[in-house]
């Protein structure tokens, strides 16, 4: 296993990131259950080893690799990487990302494919947009990161709400992997939403009770409530995952928050130890920090 040292927010986002998605993976689908879960476990159904990431890390990953390789957002070569994850484990990939992509593969233009799934499903207000788009927040500075994740988020998702929500938690992982204080961060993101249902639910995130839903503005409230109600980052992965339901996504998005806020040394060792493509990640999270700085 690497060895780094230093409070590295970066890559203690990115590495927080695929924590919260293994560990809630085998939590995926189940009910929110008494039974507290402190550590990485297989199981779930889609019977996953002990620390295995899912199409959520994997995603992120192409988004991280895409930035840091075309030194900035590149549509064509990012929906290349995305199609290339789907390929190889199609079953793990939300409905609207697994839609766009067949369609994709069939010969449908992206643009178009991203419309005929918003109008085929009635709905794209879904999370897979939101769970992949946090390398955004490390790579671009706040002013710049909330249309960058707009753009991104269409690439998939038509609808616009996905894109507000993925870029009001970018916006704080971009300030808060910049030193930006948690409090601070979320009022920076606060000001800069300019979708009502969203700045109502996350501006207003004590109001609404959590649920971990595949529904964008839900699975974010979710994250963000377990994120800003936690004192410690153990706390916030914790009470993320245990919610059951999309477990591995919301544990993912808190994840991105938390490691972007307490830094890569307050992740439990144990953790790290048992993350699959653990030094991966971290290579790919300095190499996205290193472009970003140039």
């Given at each position: 296993m690497t060895f780094i040292s230093g409070n590295l927010r970066h890559v203690g986002s990115l590495i927080a990131f695929a924590i919260g998605d293994a560990m809630g993976a085998p939590l995926e689908g189940s009910l929110q259950s008494e039974a507290w879960v402190t550590d990485m476990r297989p199981g779930g159904r889609h019977f996953r080893k002990k620390g295995e990431i899912t199409d959520d890390t994997l995603q992120a990953m192409a988004v991280a690799e895409s930035l840091a390789s075309c030194k900035?957002?590149?549509?064509?070569?990012?929906?290349?990487?995305l199609f290339s994850g789907y390929e190889k484990r199609p079953?793990?990939?939300?409905?609207?990302?697994?839609?766009?992509?067949?369609?994709?593969k069939s010969g449908t233009v992206p643009?178009?494919?991203?419309?005929?799934?918003?109008?085929?499903?009635?709905?794209?207000?879904?999370?897979?947009?939101?769970?992949?788009?946090?390398?955004?927040?490390?790579?671009?500075?706040?002013?710049?990161?909330?249309?960058?994740?707009?753009?991104?988020?269409?690439?998939?998702?038509?609808?616009?709400?996905?894109?507000?929500c993925s870029a009001f938690l970018n916006v704080m992982v971009s300030d808060m992997c910049r030193g930006i204080s948690r409090s601070r961060a979320f009022r920076h993101a606060l000001s800069l939403c300019t979708d009502p249902e969203v700045h109502a639910v996350l501006g207003n995130?004590?109001?609404?009770?959590?649920?971990?839903?595949?529904?964008?503005?839900l699975c974010s409230h979710a994250a963000l409530s377990c994120f800003m109600n936690a004192s410690?980052?153990?706390?916030?992965?914790?009470?993320?995952?245990?919610?059951?339901?999309?477990?591995d996504t919301v544990g993912a998005c808190c994840g991105a928050l938390a490691g972007a806020y307490w830094g890569f040394d307050s992740i439990p060792k144990r953790w790290c130890a048992d993350l699959e493509r653990y030094d991966e990640l971290v290579r790919i999270a300095e190499w996205l920090w290193q472009v970003a700085e140039q």
């Open positions: 900035g957002f590149n549509q064509k070569d990012l929906i290349s990487r079953e793990w990939y939300g409905p609207t990302s697994s839609l766009f992509f067949d369609l994709v643009h178009h494919a991203t419309w005929l799934v918003h109008q085929r499903r009635g709905s794209s207000r879904t999370n897979g947009s939101v769970m992949r788009g946090f390398p955004l927040g490390i790579f671009y500075p706040a002013p710049e990161v909330y249309g960058m994740s707009m753009v991104c988020s269409r690439l998939t998702h038509y609808d616009p709400v996905a894109g507000h995130y004590p109001g609404y009770d959590k649920n971990p839903s595949l529904d964008a503005v410690t980052f153990e706390g916030a992965i914790l009470s993320a995952i245990n919610l059951g339901g999309d477990a």
